[in-house]
C-alpha cells in the first residue's frame, strides 16, 4: 500500500512537472522578439518583429549557415524622428515599448507602441525634474518605470529628479519620487541591475574628473518602495549598462565593453559592506569573446545590446559594418552595415567559469546606418 502511493505520488509529481514545462514552452512559442532600429536612412526608427522559431527551422536547413537576409517587411512600426541628430531612449514593460524618440528637446513626448494590439500611443511628456534629457535611463521595476537622470543632482532644486509611470484602467501618469540621484558632479552611470527582491536597483557610477581627493565612483541602490538611496561602497558592476538577474545562476549577467560576458554574485541590500562577490573590476568572465569585432561595432556604447528571455536563454543584438567594406564607405551607402541577432543559453561549468551551452541560433539581416556613435539596435522578448 506504502509503495503504491508512494509510486502514485512520483507519477503526479511528474504530471505536475510536465505540464508546468509544457505551459512554459506554449508561453514561449508566443512570445516574439521585437527590434528597434533606426534604420530609416538617418530619419527615423523601425519595429521589426522576429519570430524565433523561424531560426530554428531555417538555420537548420541551411546546414547551420547564417545567411545574410533583409529585416521582414512590413515592419510592425515606423516613426518619423531625428535619428540623425539624437539617438532615442527606449524602454519595455509588459506587452508596451516606450520611446523618447529625440533626447535633445525638452517638449518630446513620450511614444508607446502595444505589441498586443499593434496600436500606438502618446503617453506623458516629459517633467522638468527629468531635463535635460541626455543622461536619462529608465528602469522596469514590477509595473512601473523608473527614468533617472543623474545630471538633475548638480542643481540646487527642490525639484524630484526621476519620475515614475503606473498604469491604471490602461491611462498612463506621472507621480514624482522625492530622491534625487546622490551623484556627484562629475560621475556618469556605468551600469545597473534590478535586485530578485523585484523592488531594489542597484546603480554604479564612475568619476571621469582627475582631481585628488575625489571619489573614483561606486555603487548605490535604491529602493522603489521606501524611495530611499543607499551607499555600498567604491565598487562597481562589471558590466556595461543593464544587467539581468538570472534565477538558474543566481546572478547577475551583463555586457562589458570589450564583447565578453560577465556576472557577479547578487549584492545585499545592505549598507557599505555589502558588495559584489567578484569585487569592483571581476565577474564570471565568459570562456569565448561575445561580440568578435567590437571596433567594427556601429552604435554606443559599444554597438551591441543584450537581452534576457528568461529561462537562462539570452539574446544578443550587434550591429557591425559589413565585411569588406570600410566604415566611412559602409555609413554612406545602403545596406552597409550587418545586424546580428544571436540567442544562447548561459550556464557556469565546472570550474564555476561562466559558459555559452550548445544552443546557439543566430541571423544576420542587413540594414543601413548613418553614424557610428548612434542608436544602439535594442531587443525585446515580449508577447
Known sequence: MSSFGSRRRGREQRCDEDDGAAAKRARRSQEHL???????EGTGYSI????????????AGDGGENKLRRLPEPCALRMEAPADRSKAIVAALGSKIFLVTDRLSDGAPMLIYDTETASLAVGPRLTPAL???GFMFIVPVGQRLYAFNPRRADHQSFEEDEFRLSRRAERWSVGSVPAPMPLGKHELVTA???HPDGRTIFVSARNWSRLRGKRKGGTHSFDARSSVWTWHGEWKLPFQGRGYYVEELDAWLGLRRDGFLCSCAVASRGGAA???RSGSSGGRHCSARMTPFPKRHVGSPIGATLTYMGDGRFCLAECAVRPGLGVDEALSGE???VLH???FEVKYGKRGDLE???LHLARSYLVTRYSTGGFSARAFWML
Open 131 to 133: 531635463r535635460p534629457v
Open 274 to 276: 555589502a558588495r559584489c
Open 48 to 59: 521589426h518583429k522576429l519570430d524565433v522559431d523561424e531560426f530554428e527551422s531555417a538555420d
Open 341 to 343: 541577432v544571436t540567442i
Open 34 to 40: 521585437y527590434l528597434v532600429v533606426d534604420d530609416w
Open 356 to 358: 555559452t551551452t550548445a
Open 335 to 337: 545596406d552597409g552595415c
Open 192 to 194: 545597473y541591475a534590478v
